[in-house]
């Protein structure tokens, strides 16, 4: 469909270029009787027109329409095709090289563009690759090496020294199923133009969903949740935003030093619906405020041992599924301190309740 | 002595995944019975009668969706789905094939226990007719009076629409279960699922929520299966 009017679109501004390009040397036949002027206009034409297209095919057909008008009204005999005159069939051959050589210089110098783009793309996707893998390894080395001490010395470690293992060991399993969930999703929107699956999602149901996840993983941590009175749906992938309410909670569970209130807000802003996760804590650093949703892909201030830089990672997560659902995400210091992370989504409907 | 414990079923083709599985049942006193595949289930499943089936998806022999639909052929055995597949869409299929719940990998034990316990709680609702005094339906605080068709919280009446009784209703009939929107559509409407009815559907549970006071994130009466469906809890 899309690939179906980018195909048009094309074609028309092929013609459209052809047509100025002819009246123009119209223009200047009828104006300076002059002809030298005429295949450097034409040339010039079918230039843009490859820098523009994405199919060869417009290229060569206007160089080769080029070579057809400059024989059949610019030279003479007037306004017919004379293909026996030795000198204009030469003049013929020579115009439809260069212009073909312009064509093709022209569309391997706009494919080279398009091969950057793809290769920052699989830099990004090198630096995640990097970091995960590194962050997967302190975890293991505590879930494989506190079973194998249990295994060993199951008779002489004493009960409390169990628990502590065992613990360890959920609490590092726990952290690896989060990033797996991570890594799921980036791979789900980060490849570009997929496109994600939306249904309709009513909001009290998503926070309903999202609340009752973050509290089967922080029992203890209590979420205010504000949302608005009306019945209001959002065309979302449901999975992937509950992911992404819930990595904003989790970074401020782990990153607001002296928390004491954590707020989840839902306001309506034109038609778009604003999440904001709110909390009273440390608010973020400002060096970091510019860069915080890309902070891993940058492959810059990873500490050789750092461990939570599987927040770093989440928020990467989440600027990538919300920009796969075409919103904005935003982070910002409240003037009474602590830090606000939020992000925007299309409403879809919106009705006041009877 | 072992004839009163309730059998369970468990189907999963990961050693590792049926000995925790079975190690967690047998200490929470349920008796198992293990398959790695579709077809010893099959023949475990008519030999033990067992009481409820706990099954992954991914089998090697084939799909465990296929072994619900046999399953569902002859019994009414609670069936609990547990897989890696998190796809709104892979729930459906196995919900709508009969599947009493859905439980996705990696799982917490405590989870699948309390799915466990509201999966045999609800098998035993279907077959005996209706707990309690045969026309009323409690659910802890909430009660339901089929004949006099009406919700009371507490002592307070709810003062339901009549489709959002029917489907109050409909949900308290199969607490304990997961029933997909197409399925509360087809009972309550009586008309096939397109996305205008599952929108009027979602209206309707807005307004059950608001007037029965549920809050968002409180654990309470109806769960939330986002673009799956509803379940009215059996347990708390």
Known sequence: MNKRSKYLSDALFSLLVMSLAFALNMLIQYIFSIQTLIPMIFVFGVFLISFRTESYLFGFSASLLSVLLVNFAFSFPYFRFDLFTPELLLSAVIMLIISFLTCMVTKKLSVTEKEKAENEKEQLRANLLRAVSHDLRTPLTTIYGSCSAMIENFSSLTEPQLLKLLSEVKQDSEWLMRMVENLLSITKVGTGNVSINKFDVVLEELIDSVILNFNKRYPEQKVSVEIPDEFISIGMDALLIEQVIINLLENAVFHAKGMTKLILRVRVSGKDAVFEVIDNGCGIPKDKLSSIFGGVLSGAETPADGRRNNMGIGLTVCSAIIAAHGGQVFARNSQNGGAVFGFTLKIAEITDEQ | ?236
């Open chain 2, 1 to 236: 002595m072992s004839n009163n414990k309730y059998k369970i079923l468990v189907v999963d083709d990961e050693k590792n995944i049926l000995s925790l599985i079975s190690t967690v049942l047998d200490t929470s006193g349920y008796q198992t019975v293990t398959a790695t595949g579709c077809g010893i289930a099959e023949m475990l499943f008519s030999s033990h009668h067992p009481d409820l089936v706990i099954l992954d998806l991914g089998l090697p022999d084939k799909d465990g969706l296929t072994f619900i639909e046999w399953v569902r052929k002859t019994s009414i055995t609670p069936v609990i789905v547990l897989s890696a597949r998190n796809s709104e869409a892979d729930k459906i299929a196995a919900l709508d094939l009969g599947a009493n719940d859905y439980v996705t990998k990696p799982f917490g034990t405590g989870e699948l226990l309390a799915r466990i316990r509201a999966a045999l709680r609800a098998g035993h609702t279907a077959s005996d007719g209706n707990t309690q005094s045969g026309d009323k339906l409690v659910i802890s605080e909430l009660v339901i009076d089929y004949p006099a068709r009406s919700v009371y919280l507490g002592n307070r009446e709810i003062r339901f629409t009549q489709t959002e009784y029917n489907i109050v209703a409909f949900l308290a009939e199969n607490a304990g279960k997961m029933m997909t929107y197409s399925s509360i559509i087809k009972a309550v409407w009586g008309e096939s699922t397109d996305p205008g009815s599952i929108k009027k559907l979602q209206v309707n549970m807005a307004n059950i929520r608001k007037k029965l006071g549920l809050k968002p994130g409180e654990q309470s009466y109806i769960v939330n299966e986002l673009n799956v469906g509803y379940r009215m809890r059996n347990t708390r």
